[in-house]
């Protein structure tokens, strides 16, 4: 089995304190700036692009995954939010579960369509556990795969979902907090996580701010994505202050 990039975002983590990852929506509404926004991503301590959507409004996704594979300087990295966006120009997938939510279709049912084409086009898949927690305010993933989040203050609901994750054999668990949110991931959620389980978390959804970042890295965090901020103000002074505080090991 492949795991190039997992390897990859295991020593980052390791060598700086937790790996950076940028979150693109690969939807028209990033169409007038995807060149920009490249060149500062490149130009910027980031180690992971990811890219995906809950709903992608046209018919261009793939034309703007091969530009984003084009001109990516880090790994890009299918976030599946569904398999109509799936291409070959992805260096590896999350193949990811909605496991905090009880509609079959996400627990299993995409995976299982997903799979032969997957197998064909020999990607390398990170087996990721996602466990969505209620945000504040309804995230389009909460509606577009029709489950509950997980409740902003149940720290054990989350841990016995992580665990139930590790035992399972996933390779990473995702903290998601939804694009967007005004509450992130709480840093006591990811610390109890992080401490009572051996499975790497990525943690995403509503860090906007590199206090907000270096936070949830110290506390357990392995992987740190932002998507919302980088789209609304890709400046490089902004992805580097980020990059800087997830990898809060690096010597300056
Ligand atoms: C969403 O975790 C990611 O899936 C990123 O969230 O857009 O709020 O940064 P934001």
Same mark, same amino acid.
């Given at each position: 089995?492949?795991?190039?990039?997992?390897?990859?975002?295991?020593?980052?983590?390791?060598?700086?304190?937790?790996?950076?990852?940028?979150?693109?929506?690969?939807?028209?509404?990033?169409?007038?700036?995807?060149?920009?926004?490249?060149?500062?991503?490149?130009?910027?301590?980031?180690?992971?692009?990811?890219?995906?959507?809950?709903?992608?409004?046209?018919?261009?996704?793939?034309?703007?995954?091969?530009?984003?594979?084009?001109?990516?300087?880090?790994?890009?990295?299918?976030?599946?939010?569904?398999?109509?966006?799936?291409?070959?120009?992805?260096?590896?997938?999350?193949?990811?579960?909605?496991?905090?939510?009880?509609?079959?279709?996400?627990?299993?049912?995409?995976?299982?369509?997903? #799979?032969?084409?997957?197998?064909?086009?020999?990607?390398?898949?990170? /087996? *990721?556990?996602?466990? %969505? !927690?209620? =945000? &504040? @305010?309804?995230?389009?993933?909460?509606?577009?795969?029709?489950?509950?989040?997980?409740?902003?203050?149940?720290?054990?609901?989350?841990?016995?979902?992580?665990?139930?994750?590790?035992?399972?054999?996933?390779?990473?668990?995702?903290?998601?907090?939804?694009?967007?949110?005004?509450? #992130?991931?709480?840093?006591?959620?990811?610390?109890?996580?992080?401490? /009572? *389980?051996?499975?790497? %978390? !990525?943690? =995403? &959804? @509503?860090?906007?701010?590199?206090?907000?970042?270096?936070?949830?890295?110290?506390?357990?965090?392995?992987?740190?994505?932002?998507?919302?901020?980088?789209?609304?103000?890709?400046?490089?002074?902004?992805?580097?202050?980020?990059?800087?505080?997830?990898?809060?090991?690096?010597?300056?």
């Amino acid at each position: 089995m492949k795991d190039q990039v997992y390897q990859t975002i295991m020593t980052t983590a390791r060598e700086k304190g937790a790996a950076y990852a940028v979150l693109i929506d690969p939807d028209r509404k990033n169409d007038h700036h995807l060149a920009t926004l490249m060149e500062n991503i490149n130009a910027a301590e980031v180690d992971l692009i990811l890219v995906g959507g809950s709903l992608i409004m046209d018919a261009g996704c793939r034309q703007r995954v091969a530009q984003i594979k084009e001109k990516a300087r880090p790994p890009v990295v299918f976030f599946p939010g569904g398999l109509s966006q799936l291409s070959p120009d992805f260096d590896a997938m999350l193949f990811m579960s909605i496991i905090s939510g009880r509609n079959p279709h996400y627990l299993i049912g995409e995976q299982v369509i997903a #799979a032969p084409v997957v197998r064909d086009l020999d990607m390398e898949t990170i /087996a *990721t556990a996602y466990l %969505l !927690i209620d =945000g &504040g @305010g309804s995230s389009a993933v909460q509606f577009m795969s029709n489950t509950t989040p997980i409740p902003i203050n149940r720290v054990d609901i989350a841990l016995a979902h992580a665990l139930a994750a590790q035992y399972l054999g996933f390779k990473m668990a995702y903290l998601e907090a939804g694009s967007g949110a005004k509450q #992130a991931v709480p840093e006591g959620m990811v610390r109890q996580v992080a401490e /009572a *389980t051996e499975i790497p %978390l !990525i943690v =995403g &959804g @509503g860090i906007r701010t590199a206090e907000s970042a270096r936070e949830r890295a110290e506390a357990g965090a392995t992987v740190i994505v932002t998507g919302t901020i980088i789209e609304e103000q890709a400046d490089r002074g902004l992805l580097n202050d980020l990059a800087a505080a997830v990898h809060y090991r690096e010597q300056r």
